[in-house]
């Protein structure tokens, strides 16, 4: 993760380490709590789960978009013979109209 995207990458620091707590601590814990507080509790985590892999794809698509992309030898041979082949059809169409009436 580079410095681009500081905040979203503390975000994301951030909703590991909430997640991992959920996990660590309120997954079974060890006082009372209530069954309502617990629910809330798992309601959240989920909500934070979601958004981190939200947060995970949007950032890898960020990254990969960032990424050079060349076009390979056998595309530009095949658009350089395309356009030879437009530029003489333009060419001949343009000599049969003017010369050939």
Do not use: C
């Not at 390979?72 to 009436?101: D, E, H, K, R």
């Amino acid at each position: 993760m580079g410095n681009e995207y500081r905040a979203v990458d503390r975000r994301i620091r951030f909703l590991q380490q909430e997640v991992y707590n959920y996990d660590k601590f309120l997954r079974h814990p060890a006082g009372e709590v209530d069954m309502a507080t617990q629910a809330k509790f798992a309601a959240d985590a989920d909500d934070y789960v979601q958004e981190l892999e939200e947060l995970m794809t949007l950032r890898e698509l960020a990254d990969k978009a960032k990424q050079p992309t060349g076009i390979a030898m056998w595309q530009a041979a095949m658009t350089g013979s395309f356009a030879l082949v437009a530029l003489v059809l333009a060419v001949a169409s343009i000599y049969l109209v003017l010369y050939v009436n």
